[in-house]
């Protein structure tokens, strides 16, 4: 018997991929909540307190619970099936060349790589991560009482807007939530993965600890989450707003009415945030892949 295989709990790469990205997924939008709701409020435009301040921070909890695991679930299973697509080409085009680092793209194959999955991982998740977002932040900002009260008053307009409307207002911020999440993952996974291959070569082996993945996760979400702020604002203003609202005259207004310095609205919590969410969110999903996998 193969014993390197017998330890192993789920054979399919794309199913451990699945299911580890559902449990980290739920893990980190539980346990960070309440932050990401102050950062929605911070960056609400009506103003922190007029948005609920620090009271019920749990709010639209509901929402986040329904899309938090399908949604990491398909980012995950479309970012480790694209690595592999991505990869088989990288190796077959470096056997031509002569052998590996010899290829087309040279050293820089294997982050671009990451940074292909990851967009493309992004845009996946999106077709689950809009419409909760929708739901969930007009619920944070006490426009409505509950996540089934926001969707209730969305799904409620049918006879107003019709069915394309609904779906459009559940859609709501779709073009900004992709712009600001693709250079977000762009910036986060060729710097979670350098880090882990940095790791696995200094210590001579071939895995990475649950604990390595978070930390490495943790300094690669910072970075990002820093530098897309001003497009994290632009989508909370466009979700919050009651009205159907376009980019350009939205960045306008905010520039006008608040200055630039409104971009950077709930920085602080949006990386506190987003840092322990790298940790949680990427350790945890390391654990649950390397349980799976019998690692």
């Given amino acids: 018997m193969d014993m390197s295989k ?20 739920t893990t980190v939008d539980l346990s960070l909540y309440p932050i990401d709701t102050l950062k929605t409020r911070l960056q609400s435009s009506v103003g922190f307190g007029a948005s609920g301040g620090i009271s019920g921070v749990y709010k639209g ?15 995950f299973v479309t970012y480790e099936a ?12 470096e056997k ?18 990451h940074m292909g999955a990851a967009s493309l991982g992004e845009v996946a998740a999106c077709a689950v991560r809009v419409p909760t977002e929708v739901v969930k932040q007009r619920a944070q900002a006490s426009q409505h009482p509950s996540s089934w009260s926001a969707l209730r008053h969305i799904l409620e307009q049918r006879r107003s807007i019709g069915l394309p409307g609904v779906w459009r207002e559940l859609y709501r911020g779709w073009t900004i939530t992709v712009v600001r999440e693709v250079p977000f993952t762009v910036i986060q996974f060729p710097l979670w993965e350098g880090m882990k291959e940095w790791r696995r070569r200094t210590a001579g082996r071939d895995s990475i600890t649950a604990v390595e993945s978070g930390v490495f996760g943790s300094i690669a979400g910072a970075v990002a989450a820093g530098i897309t702020t001003p497009l994290d604002v632009l989508k909370t203003r466009m979700m919050l707003s009651r009205d159907k609202q376009h980019v350009l ?10 200055g630039p310095r409104a971009f950077f609205a709930g920085i602080g919590p949006r990386i506190l945030w987003i840092s322990a969410g790298g940790a949680i969110f990427l350790g945890s999903y390391q654990w649950a892949h390397n349980a799976l996998e019998g690692a």
């Fill in 249 to 258: 005259p939205l960045l306008t207004q905010i520039l006008r009415d608040s």
């Fill in 61 to 75: 909890v509901g929402s986040a619970l329904v899309g938090s695991a399908p949604g990491a679930a398909l980012f």
């Fill in 6 to 25: 017998s330890n192993v709990a789920v054979e399919s790469p794309y199913l451990r991929s699945l299911l580890a990205g559902g449990i980290a997924g």
């Fill in 96 to 113: 031509l060349a002569g052998g590996p680092g010899r290829g087309t793209l040279g050293a820089w194959s294997e982050p671009l790589e």
């Fill in 82 to 93: 694209t690595k592999q697509l991505f990869r088989a080409g990288r190796r077959a085009d």
